[in-house]
């Protein structure tokens, strides 16, 4: 395995907890060629999930019928949450 750690820039021995968010996988795919691939595949649509909540997948066909028929480029779902709730 190549993983590693994102230690703290400041303290050797602390490690950096959600260094950059879920961006992240957003610049990974375009670095990487994946969104250039995809557009040459003939992709058109591309589903994100980034929930604990198992349940978010119901709503996720539904919703990108909504995305196709209305044109948009870009939708979101949110999830309620309660306060300290340890979800999402």
Do not use: Y
Request: net charge negative; aromatic share 4%.
């Amino acid at each position: 395995s190549q993983a590693g750690l994102a230690l703290d820039d400041d303290d050797r021995w602390s490690v950096q907890t959600k260094p950059h968010g879920h961006g992240d996988v957003h610049h990974l795919l375009l670095k990487h060629g994946h969104i250039d691939r995809w557009e040459k595949e003939g992709r058109n649509h591309v589903v994100f999930l980034q929930d604990t909540n198992a349940l978010i997948v119901n709503s996720v066909l539904p919703t990108l019928g909504v995305s196709i028929a209305k044109g948009f480029h870009m939708n979101s779902i949110c999830i309620p949450r309660l306060a300290g709730e340890a979800a999402g």
